[in-house]
């Protein structure tokens, strides 16, 4: 199977990459991933939040390598390394995570107002809303969403400095002594860090509409440097601002540092900071349910328009199924697990099976 | 068209989705104390008193006054619901009180855990301890002002410039949680229309165990962290002569190279200017001396109240969390508390007096 053929009028310029990146990462996972990283690497989570970000910088850059030979997208490349049906029901796979990232972006941070600012808030309601304003991005086509993302890396990026706050009351002995823990406690902490880094591979969908892909690797890996860069910060100050224990009660620990914020117009900084969130979940929303509707575009040839509305339907019914903290938590942890899986197990294993292909192919 | 005419339609609808709170319609909870209930009260109960501030047309403030007794401190909110015109809301607290009995018996977590999991509380609410009864000290008028705001400020400028260690509702968290400290509250009372701060209180895990005086708070904050404030220390050389230093700033260091044979040297310095003295003339001489009294005084005042720490086995100066950051491999905090009450633990104090004011 060929690679998709994109009309130029329908491709953004590369360096929209870097936005497309960086926003379908800095989701909810920023909210509260410090907890599952200082679990088991401590004080030394933040080397650990680093460590497993320059890692994804590798897998990010064998992505390129993949889809540079490719010239398609995740779907042609199934097909023509495990042919139609094997290819087929591996990307049927990979539009099922795309779209439960969606789902679960979605219940999380339903979740987090109902915690944090309205508990009477009905999800449905609240949920139909949020979509009908992803189903209004996506009707415009992959150019809208790119152009979404850039709004939603630019307009809440002053939230980075909400991080000042803290830093008031930051022990930053706390942080020593650097290095005291084991190889293996420091990669459960990269095992956790990772999590929040992951959506990405929603590259392996929208390179095609990409003018000249060769050129948006540097700004995909730039976008990604950011994350790591905002993330070992958000982690350094996390860890200086709670004692361990501490942190580990804390669910929301990005949240609970706001509650420190002490701003003469506004009581609660946290209503200003999850409502700007909003524009943060846009994106991620959009990214993921376009790259799913684009996946089952591609695979049935039923057109992405028609099949958006199915999608944001069964995401809205599938996230309000989600009632209790323990469920949402295991959504979270179920995407999580096999994201982890995609980047670092399964990405490489499509480059080793790609080359060697190449290999058997031009020998025979 | 028709999707643009959905989307307005439907943030038209959302308005009306969730409960509003008008600010004319809500009881604003500024202050909370926790007592034990009364002797005739049952147990395992707590008494809980809010005052919620009232403001008047003609500009008066009226402190409204609600007392209930119940198990659980949300129940006593539902509770205080049932006598109230208009719902309590707690997102504008900003001091919640324990009584000291209620401190030294029971144990505060379990209140101070309720106040951190309601997300609508902020971090930066003070925590106090009251010797005084709390009812009395809630329900007395400090003048035309909210009583909540009234303790309040007197807690936060004393603890931004004065002599009082900065504490809040995180600190508490932080140090309750941590490997090596122990937390501490302000200590206040009721004296006559004033609420005075009289020292502070220190906790072992969270019950109260001993207190230090107001007059050595001073000590404490040298002892404890870096600062500068406004408040002045009094030097008496002899009977006639005394002089008062105004602190310009502060600084602790410690010393943790030897801990491997059990030492370590706290260094305290002060930067300080005088503000007043009684004798006849300030020469270079009279300077050193008054420096060198100061120290020794600081010095024996603190290395009492070390020792004091140690014997109750209570770190509020974090000594255990700096020892341990210093600790490869892992650190252990049985063993930390069965090494710290026979620590060697010297204190040195360093005054520096660097002007005498513009007289000569």
Redesign the interface.
């Known amino acids: 199977m060929a690679g998709p053929e994109v009309k130029d009028q329908y491709k953004v310029s590369p360096f929209l990459v870097f936005y497309l990146v960086h926003s379908v990462q800095v989701g909810v996972g920023v909210m509260g991933f410090q907890r599952i990283s200082a679990e088991h690497a401590g004080n030394d989570a933040w080397i650990s939040v680093l460590a497993a970000g320059l890692s994804l910088n590798v897998i990010i850059f064998l992505i390129y390598k993949i889809m540079m030979k490719e010239k398609g997208d995740l779907i042609s490349l199934h097909q023509n390394l495990f042919g139609k049906w094997l290819g087929g029901f591996l990307s049927l796979i990979a539009i099922a995570y795309f779209i439960a990232m969606g789902i679960t972006v979605l219940r999380t941070y339903i979740e987090v107002v109902q915690?944090?600012?309205?508990p009477?808030?009905?999800k449905w309601?609240?949920g139909?809303?949020f979509l009908?304003?992803v189903?209004?991005c996506l009707?415009g086509g992959f150019r809208v969403v790119a152009g979404i993302s850039f709004f939603g890396v630019v307009l809440p990026f002053y939230l980075v400095l909400t991080m000042i706050f803290p830093l008031f009351?930051g022990?930053f002995?706390?942080l020593?002594?650097f290095f005291?823990h084991s190889i293996k406690e420091m990669y459960e902490g990269v095992k956790g860090a990772s999590l929040s880094y992951l959506g990405f591979t929603t590259l392996f969908m929208y390179l095609p509409f990409i003018k000249e892909p060769e050129k948006s690797h540097r700004w995909a890996q730039g976008g990604h440097l950011l994350t790591v860069f905002i993330y070992t910060l958000v982690m350094i100050t996390t860890l200086a601002?709670?004692?361990?224990?501490?942190l580990q009660?804390t669910i929301w620990a990005t949240?609970?540092t706001w509650?420190?914020a002490?701003m003469p117009f506004v009581?609660?900084f946290?209503y200003i900071g999850i409502a700007s969130w909003a524009l943060v979940i846009l994106p991620n929303l959009c990214i993921t349910i376009w790259a799913g509707g684009r996946g089952i575009r591609r695979l049935s040839r039923i057109s992405q328009r028609n099949v958006t509305i199915p999608i944001l339907v069964f995401v809205l019914i599938s996230s309000s199924l989600f009632a209790r903290r323990e469920s949402i938590d295991l959504l979270n942890e179920y995407t999580s697990k096999v994201g982890f899986f995609f980047v670092y197990v399964y990405v490489p294993f499509l480059f080793v099976v790609q080359y060697i292909k190449g290999k058997v192919d031009g020998a025979g | 068209m028709t999707r643009l005419f959905l989307f307005l339609v439907s943030m038209i609808l959302l308005t009306g989705c969730v409960q509003k709170s008008i600010l004319d319609d809500i009881q604003m909870v500024t202050i909370i104390g926790y007592d034990l209930p009364d002797a005739d009260g049952e147990m395992g109960q707590i008494k809980g008193i809010a005052v919620s501030p009232q403001y008047e047309a003609d500009g008066r403030i009226e402190n409204n006054v609600f007392v209930q007794t119940a198990e659980l401190s949300k129940e006593i909110r539902s509770q205080y619901n049932s006598e109230s015109p208009k719902p309590f809301v707690s997102g504008k607290l900003e001091v919640a009180l324990f009584s000291q009995d209620i401190a030294e018996t029971e144990g505060i977590i379990e209140l101070v855990d309720t106040l951190q999991r309601d997300p609508s509380i902020g971090s930066r609410v003070f925590l106090g301890i009251s010797s005084s009864d709390m009812e009395t000290l809630l329900k007395t008028n400090y003048g035309n002002v909210d009583t909540g705001t009234f303790i309040h400020d007197t807690l936060s400028h004393n603890s931004r410039h004065g002599m009082l260690p900065e504490t809040n509702l995180h600190d508490f968290l932080y140090n309750f949680y941590s490997e090596g400290n122990d937390p501490f509250l302000p200590l206040v009372a009721l004296d006559e229309d004033k609420v005075k701060i009289m020292g502070i209180a220190l906790f072992k895990g969270d019950k109260m165990v001993s207190s230090i005086d107001a007059k050595d708070l001073f000590t404490f904050k040298v002892l404890h962290q870096k600062f500068s404030s406004n408040d002045s220390f009094t030097v008496s050389l002899n009977d006639e002569e005394h002089a008062a230093i105004y602190n310009i700033a502060s600084k602790r260091d410690l010393n943790l190279k030897m801990i491997g044979s059990n030492k370590i040297v706290l260094h305290g310095k002060v930067l300080g200017v005088i503000k007043e003295y009684s004798g006849e003339k300030l020469t270079p001489a009279k300077l050193k001396e008054i420096e060198m009294t100061m120290e020794k005084e600081i010095e024996k005042k603190g290395s009492e109240m070390i020792e004091e720490f140690q014997s109750l086995n209570i770190d509020p100066l974090s000594l255990g969390n700096n020892v341990r950051s210093v600790t490869r491999g892992d650190f252990n905090k049985e063993d930390w508390n069965k090494r710290y009450p026979d620590m060697d633990i010297t204190f040195k104090m360093d005054v520096t007096i660097t002007e005498s004011g513009v007289i000569e």
Do not use: C
């Open positions: 915690v944090w600012m309205f009477d808030l009905n309601i609240f139909t809303v009908l304003l189903y209004y009707s009351y022990h002995r706390d020593l002594p005291n601002f709670f004692s361990p224990e501490q009660k949240l609970t509650k420190i002490e009581q609660r946290e």
